[in-house]
């Protein structure tokens, strides 16, 4: 990292500067502005801003949740994914209500106009075309940030949001080339002074399908998948009827021929051929990984997407493959319905840097630099969802340090975005990390659906939720109150109840009782009691899926609730800045190593550190309260024991 603005020529000073316009850059820089920072976005390229390099959708298992987290804080991508949508489905509908999911197929190019134009419609946000090749660092603070163009830029915090442009290399086959996504531009310079500067990288991986053209498939023999009717939004703020269906898209598999061409050419693939050095996505592999980690398999489910009504390039998900061109062509004409596929963009695997994220504070603040932030696949993470989570975190803190107010951090039991911030710094990562409903253990409670409830008060309280949102916030607390009210002193007769629910075929209910009484049987719904008792006054579809599933899971919530209530009482024991652990006779060698490099902020924090066991906490707990009595001894009368 540059130590001077030698030889450079000072073109401005912003309180924040953002690094990259992909989805962690673009929440970046949004939060940064909206708490009344002065705040610059640099891209590589104007038209990359909130570019979909794999595939154009949003949302889908877990991610859905952190896309409805990020517009309960004010942030942008709900908004874009709405306005935006081609189809919407709920994923996992069989399952319980933890688990749903939204998912939306996505105009690709609609997605970047509506991102660009939003961004530039933020007062105090600057949006600036130039690659950042170096920081400029000063006593381990962060100054600014140098172009190449030999411009410098000064700033009191830097947010890098590099993607996978930072060292990116593509590979297909025995080709590879110094790349971003799309033809981007690699930021291998930035990438050297980072390193340079000691930052501990790491080299990870991903990839993506090939683009082929509509004309060349044959959709008649491939099974059509429609949109959920009538489509939800992701947004809090789009009223019902915001998103229209206006797209099919289709099923394909492969089969043994497709396998079997796989697996004669695996030598031609970079990735068992060694040049690939960099870890790939676990959740997410490669056609070649499918076939050789699932050899029991005689076929592979791909999801035929399109990327947007105004173009006939299609997106085949589940299909990612570094293999050679030829060998993909060979490889999708086996295919029923690819028989005779156009490739218009080939798949690739790309190769680039990113951070330990344990070398990252809950702020997402480097724990060596300080004023230098990180947000999405430079944490080590893989997603549009993920990275644009992380970013709005980022650019808040960055923001907030800036007018020296206190950070914003997020506990896992608020949100899934906490969840993941907490896995990046305390558990770190050996492949890039995805979000999963797995990864939190307080899933019933951190439902896609509340997460207004949740998270819009923490909002608007750092000052990320606008007086439109915390208006339309209010009001759907206030029709969510009357209504739980009235559902618990409404009595509903059974007579009236069996009059609607035998159309269905539904067994008699032997006695009435409340409306919310009756809706704890697993077979009667909102519509069912509204039928008999009529509609809640504001109440839509999405608020009375809300209500019933509080009412039918209270009892699993409520237990959820006091472990949620025993996790607080450990934050509230807060480990000294200044701990020292290395006294601690009691703690095993491996834990006190840890604890001393990662020094998690409280005693639940050290609990979730890998290598950290129960032992460790009881001995941490006893001499943490010692340390914390001594402290207030200290404070209160000056003696010290």
């Excluded at 080339?177 to 390193?195: F, I, K, N, Y």
């Excluded at 947007?308 to 293999?323: A, H, V």
């Excluded at 709005?392 to 997020?410: F, K, Q, W």
């Excluded at 009059?499 to 704890?520: D, H, N, S, W, Y």
Aim: hydrophobic fraction near 40%.
């Amino acid at each position: 990292m540059a130590s001077d603005t030698k030889g450079l020529v000072h073109l401005g000073d912003f309180d924040v500067i953002v690094v990259g316009a992909g989805h962690a850059g673009i929440e970046a820089a949004a939060a940064a502005a909206r708490l009344g920072v002065s705040a610059a976005l640099f891209t590589l390229g104007l038209d990359g801003i909130g570019n979909m390099p794999c595939n154009p959708s949003i949302g889908g298992t877990a991610k859905g949740h952190l896309v409805r987290e990020i517009d309960a804080l004010g942030g942008v991508m709900a908004l874009a994914a709405d306005a935006t949508t081609l189809q919407s489905r709920m994923l996992n509908r069989g399952k319980g209500p933890a688990v749903h999911s939204l998912r939306a197929q996505i105009d690709r190019q609609a997605y970047h106009r509506f991102t660009k134009e939003y961004l530039e419609h933020i007062p105090g946000l600057s949006i600036k075309q130039a690659e950042v090749v170096d920081i400029l660092i000063e006593n381990g603070w962060v100054k600014g940030v140098c172009t190449r163009l030999h411009g410098f830029y000064g700033a009191k915090a830097v947010v890098l949001c590099t993607g996978t442009n930072l060292a990116g290399k593509i590979f297909v086959g025995d080709a590879s080339v110094p790349s971003g996504p799309d033809g981007q531009h690699a930021a291998t310079l930035l990438a050297e002074s980072l390193r340079a500067a000691g930052l501990p990288m790491r080299r990870f991986k991903t990839g993506t399908p090939a683009r082929v053209h509509r004309r060349s498939i044959d959709f008649s023999v491939l099974e059509r998948q429609p949109g959920e009717e009538p489509p939800e939004p992701f947004s809090f703020l789009t009223p019902p009827g915001g998103v229209k269906n206006q797209v099919d898209c289709f099923i394909a598999w492969t089969n043994p021929e497709t396998h079997n061409v796989i697996r004669a050419n695996l030598h031609r693939s970079p990735l068992y051929g060694g040049a690939i050095e960099g870890i790939g996505p676990r959740y997410c592999p490669s056609i070649e990984d499918k076939v050789v980690r699932f050899a029991d398999k005689d076929r592979h489910q791909i999801f035929v997407e399109p990327c947007g009504p105004d173009t006939e390039e299609m997106y085949l998900q589940g299909m990612s493959s570094s293999l050679p061109e030829d060998v993909q062509i060979a490889m999708y004409r086996t295919i029923r319905g690819f028989e005779h596929l156009e490739i218009m963009r080939p798949a690739y695997a790309i190769e680039y840097d990113c951070i330990d994220p344990q070398a990252l504070r809950h702020t997402l603040e480097s724990r060596a630099v300080a004023g230098l932030y990180g947000a999405g696949q430079f944490n080590g993470t893989s997603g549009y969802e993920e990275a644009a989570a992380q970013g709005l975190l980022a650019g808040a803190n960055a923001a907030l340090a800036v007018l020296g107010r206190e950070p914003m951090t997020l506990p896992r039991y608020t949100s899934y975005l906490g969840t993941l911030v907490d896995d990046l710094v305390t558990k770190g990562v050996m492949d890039p990390y995805r979000m999963m409903t797995s990864r939190s253990e307080y899933r019933l409670t951190l439902r896609q659906d509340n997460a207004d409830e949740r998270l819009t008060p923490i909002g608007r309280k750092f000052g990320l939720v606008d007086d439109e949102r915390w208006v339309a916030f209010e009001k759907a607390m206030e029709v969510k109150a009357a209504e739980e009210n009235r559902l618990a002193s409404t009595t509903v007769r059974a007579a009236d109840l069996n009059a609607v629910t035998e159309k269905e075929g539904l067994p008699p209910v032997e006695k009435g009782g409340t409306a919310a009484q009756l809706l704890r049987r697993p077979e009667l719904t909102y519509d069912h009691i509204a039928a008999v008792i009529g509609p809640g006054e504001g109440v839509d579809s999405r608020m009375a899926g809300r209500i019933v599933t509080e009412i039918k899971y209270e009892g699993y919530i409520a237990r959820q609730q006091r472990v949620i209530r025993e996790t607080k009482r450990l934050e509230s024991q807060p480990i000294p800045v200044d701990f020292d652990y290395a006294p601690l006779e009691g703690l095993r060698l491996e834990a006190r190593e840890k604890l001393q490099k990662l020094r998690p902020a409280d005693i639940a924090a050290a609990g979730r550190i890998p290598g950290v066991s129960p032992a460790d906490i009881a001995v941490l707990s006893v001499a943490v309260a010692a340390a914390n009595d001594k402290a207030h001894l200290l404070e209160d009368t000056g003696y010290e024991p």
